[in-house]
């Protein structure tokens, strides 16, 4: 089926207009492979292989956080903010559920257009695309749920605001709702913290009405199947770790410490075509992020070693049949799961469970005498 062509679009309720599924941008010079000889360059070097950049994620976030804020009913910010500290901080999940926070539709025009705004100063334009039709199939599944449609909304997904934005004490902020969670932690001093992050997509792919065509996690599928159909026979045995689909992701919310040792294909086994497809499609993930984030992101991966990522599969091969993987080192754990419907339902998540939440990052920054700080 051919691709969504990209449109013009109202969010729902009529007041911030989009650009959905917009083009991948050019990486650029920032980009961590340019083609399969770079890929085999990349691999076996093991000096600074990327640009330094000016952080200007810290203070762009921040600044589009106190602007969303802003914009708020003094209502609004107090069911929006919490202490940096609270519980609610660490309390996640992908399915339709009760939240905390602020949700869209409750907000004012002008502060949900803010909190557009927060958003895109945290994602690269490729990330914000796959978090607007996220959102977005929630109207689709209204349209063809019979039972629980009532659930899906469009509009009820949820802006938090941990602390108070600003580059002097930690805070963080998240959006959640089903099938999305985007949460960042940003201590001074330190990388900013984008994990965990999920992503889902129900239907993968959109099969009739106006949206018909739409596939919102394309190439995490595509990239994933390609790499692991190129795996010759003595490479698919070290892959294959279960001959059915897994049915979901395991680390999912209080599960972070389910996969503790990486199973499958370790890369360092893999040649060097084979290893440039591992690498864009963990690209694909990290540049969900705004490039400073991502390129930092990327940059540990690296130094903790390219050869020691593991590729691991689960189910069928073939398109249109479950199927599962999962990439595991040790700075990354990303889960992709494409049971459900008759294998038309995502879920993703891109996590490092010792740093969940900033964790290793508030534990140096308190260690060296900063006080937590309750926002």
Request: proline share 6%; glycine share 10%.
């Amino acid at each position: 089926m051919a691709p969504h062509t990209p449109q013009r679009s109202q969010w729902p309720g009529g007041a911030v207009p989009l650009l959905v599924n917009r083009p991948r941008p050019a990486i650029g010079r920032r980009r961590l492979l340019h083609g399969a000889a770079a890929a085999a360059a990349v691999w076996g070097f093991r000096g600074p292989a990327f640009a330094q950049v000016a952080d200007a994620a810290r203070p762009a976030i921040a600044g589009a956080a106190t602007a969303f804020l802003a914009a708020l009913s003094a209502d609004g910010r107090r069911r929006a903010v919490f202490a940096f500290d609270d519980k609610e901080r660490v309390n996640w999940h992908y399915v339709p559920r009760h939240r905390e926070g602020l949700a869209l539709k409750d907000m004012p025009a002008a502060a949900r257009a803010a909190a557009h705004e927060l958003m895109k100063a945290s994602l690269s334009a490729a990330g914000y695309g796959k978090a607007v039709n996220v959102i977005r199939l929630e109207g689709v599944l209204r349209q063809l749920e019979t039972f629980g449609a009532l659930m899906r909304d469009p509009e009820n997904y949820l802006v938090s605001v941990f602390g108070t934005p600003g580059l002097g004490a930690p805070w963080g902020w998240r959006l959640e709702g089903h099938h999305l969670l985007l949460n960042f932690t940003l201590v001074p001093g330190k990388p900013i913290a984008v994990t965990p992050a999920f992503l889902g997509a129900n239907p993968a792919e959109v099969r009739s009405g106006s949206l018909a065509g739409l596939r919102t996690l394309a190439r995490e599928q595509d990239l994933g199947r390609a790499l692991a159909q190129g795996m010759d026979e003595a490479q698919r045995q070290r892959m294959v770790i279960a001959a059915q689909s897994l049915g979901d992701i395991v680390s999912g919310p209080g599960r972070g410490e389910r996969l503790t040792s990486p199973a499958g294909v370790p890369a360092a086994e893999l040649g060097a075509s084979q290893r440039e497809r591992l690498v864009r499609l963990v690209e694909e993930y990290a540049r969900n992020m705004r490039a400073e984030v991502a390129d930092a992101e990327l940059k540990r991966i690296h130094e903790a070693g390219l050869e020691r990522l593991h590729f691991a599969w689960a189910g069928a091969l073939e398109p249109g049949h479950a199927h599962y993987y999962r990439i595991h080192g040790p700075t990354v754990l990303i889960e992709f799961d494409n049971t459900q419907n008759d294998a038309n339902h995502i879920h993703s998540v891109w996590r490092d469970p010792r740093r969940d939440f900033g964790t290793d990052l508030l534990q140096s920054h308190y260690e060296r005498g900063h006080h937590p700080r309750h926002g």
